[in-house]
T-cell receptor, first 113, second 113 residues
């Protein structure tokens, strides 16, 4: 069964701190790994997508890594800001062209000013 | 990125009635779309894969007769919640895309009273 787990479930940090969110997946036959942000009551905002042939992707203060052999991905947020407060979801993309996503359990991040 | 819209953005209905949710790809064609459900403080769960011109594929535990999916064109998929009950109250999100990335709609919040 394809499962995606995220640790921690919730995280509170002071503004300016660097932080790492963890994502693990049971099925290594992953096509892509995607990180999303979700604000309360809102839809999803795609942050980073890592293809299976890649090891990391960077966008601004965000860096995501992928290690298929260990079944893990991390999202690194540098110099966190209160505006980063949201739920972060990782999703394993399976099925090649059909792009079936299996979502993780999410990490609720609160950045304290 | 490509744009996916959903309509309505929220709906309140009485128990026993049916509700239709539309998912449209505005600037691309999607032979496959996905429907997800998200309960409060939980992650997204894939409900079904909507295939243009053919029957939808439902995930285990999702009642196909209760959640009717129609994908009549390359830009429109609809999800109809039939005989809705309060336990069907949830946030429903669709996605569409290609081999590289999925694009998500803003979601529809369904409340069944």
């Amino acid at each position: 069964k394809q499962e995606v787990t995220q640790i921690p479930a919730a995280l509170s940090v002071p503004e300016g701190e660097n932080l790492v969110l963890n994502c693990s997946f049971t099925d290594s036959a992953i096509y892509n790994l995607q990180w999303f942000r979700q604000d309360p009551g809102k839809g999803l905002t795609s942050l980073l997508l890592i293809q299976s042939s890649q090891r990391e992707q960077t966008s601004g203060r965000l860096n995501a890594s992928l290690d298929k052999s260990s079944g893990r991905s991390t999202l690194y947020i540098a110099a966190s800001q209160p505006g980063d407060s949201a739920t972060y979801l990782c999703a394993g993309v399976y099925g090649g062209a059909t792009n079936k996503l299996i979502f993780g359990t999410g990490t609720l991040l609160a950045v304290q000013p | 990125g490509a744009v996916v819209s959903q309509h309505p953005s929220w709906v309140i209905c009485k128990s026993g009635t049916s509700v239709k949710i539309e998912c449209r790809s505005l600037d691309f064609q999607a032979t496959t779309m996905f429907w997800y459900r998200q309960f409060p403080k939980q992650s997204l769960m894939l409900m079904a894969t909507s295939n243009e011109g053919s029957k939808a594929t439902y995930e285990q535990g999702v009642e196909k007769d209760k959640f009717l999916i129609n994908h009549a064109s390359l830009t429109l998929s609809t999800l109809t919640v039939t005989s809705a009950h309060p336990e069907d109250s949830s946030f429903y999100i669709c996605s569409g895309g290609g081999a590289y990335e999925q694009y998500f709609g803003p979601g529809t919040r369904l409340t069944v009273t």
